[in-house]
């Protein structure tokens, strides 16, 4: 059975001990996990005396399956969390916690060791690369609601609708995930300064079109983009194209930019289970509604368009 792991780290400006005994208590999760947060609902049942070695809990819903995890070792710096999946299908992990002081507060890496059951050995870099980046969202909400006290993330599934044919003039870029904010910011700027230059209006919020994402670089390309009336002529490295009439599948997210990825996960899991069929590229859209320069980071709203099939 192929061998699979994760790990991803943050600094926390808190204690050891503090994060320790906060990780171990896993009536805490529900708030901060990449997963239960894309479903608040889902029925968790606790055992055993939470901080205790033995505790544990379990969980059964329709977008983040069924499972167990129970606390195994506990130190001053280290936990290790045994790990049982029962759906959609059977296998066990183990989940480390290594906590360690750094300057004012604590660098907490969290690790995953685990084995693929034989028929999925194919999935190995992508089931990596997808963990990995479910752990660094665990680790910001985790960061943000120790720090700050909450975590400005909440989701609306809008569902099924009908997109119309837009045009748009774009630029073309290509990044790692954790480089696209910056790429989208400066592509933004440009292309409103080709604006005013040209006289060009647009006619909707900006968008970033998502082309393709390889799994193993976490490398995507997009078209950062402003919807036009009509098209128009532009040079490059400026496009002018479309996006064709088509179904889409929305989630709305109202809050920090850097939980994006909770309602990309949301999206992409509800169409799951309510069977809408996404295509695989495009991927599909994130359309920014309001501005980051007149609104707070907690009222930031975006959705997420996925194009379905």
Not at 4 to 24: D, G, M, N, R, T
Not at 66 to 82: A, H, W
Not at 108 to 134: G, Y
Not at 204 to 221: F, H, N, R, V
Request: glycine share 6%; net charge negative; aromatic share 12%.
């Amino acid at each position: 059975m192929p061998a699979y792991h994760v790990e991803e780290s943050i600094f926390i400006k808190k204690q050891p001990a503090e994060l320790v005994e906060y990780l171990s208590d896993f009536t805490s999760w529900p708030t901060w996990s990449p997963w239960l947060v894309m479903e608040p609902n889902c029925p968790v049942t606790y055992q055993g005396t939470q901080g205790e070695v033995g505790a544990g809990y379990h969980w059964q819903g329709d977008l983040t399956g069924e499972g167990k995890m129970t606390l195994k070792e506990k130190s001053d710096k280290q936990l290790v969390i045994d790990l049982q999946f029962i759906k959609p299908f059977k296998s066990f992990a183990t989940a480390t916690f290594k906590i360690g002081p750094e300057g004012d507060g604590s660098k907490v890496t969290w690790l995953l060791d685990a084995k693929l059951p034989f028929f999925l050995f194919f999935m190995k870099k992508m089931l990596e690369q997808t963990l990995s980046m479910d752990y660094v969202r665990g680790l910001k909400m985790l960061k943000s609601l120790l720090e700050a006290g909450s975590i400005a993330s909440k989701m609306e599934l809008i569902g099924e609708r009908q997109q119309a044919k837009m045009h748009y003039v774009a630029l073309a870029s290509e990044a790692t995930i954790n480089e696209l904010g910056d790429l989208i910011s400066s592509d933004y700027e440009k292309i409103y300064t080709h604006f005013k230059e040209k006289n060009i209006s647009a006619v909707g919020a900006p968008i970033t079109l998502y082309e393709s994402m390889d799994m193993e670089t976490s490398i995507c390309k997009v078209r950062n983009l402003f919807p036009v009336e009509n098209p128009v002529a532009v040079e490059a490295p400026f496009i002018c194209d479309s996006i064709a009439e088509s179904k889409t599948y929305v989630v709305k997210h109202v809050g920090d930019y850097q939980f994006i990825g909770n309602a990309w996960s949301y999206a992409m899991f509800s169409a799951r289970h309510n069977k809408v069929k996404i295509k695989k590229m495009p991927a599909g859209f994130e359309a920014y509604l309001n501005n980051p320069h007149e609104v707070s980071t907690e009222h930031l709203e975006t959705e997420i368009v996925l194009f379905a099939k």
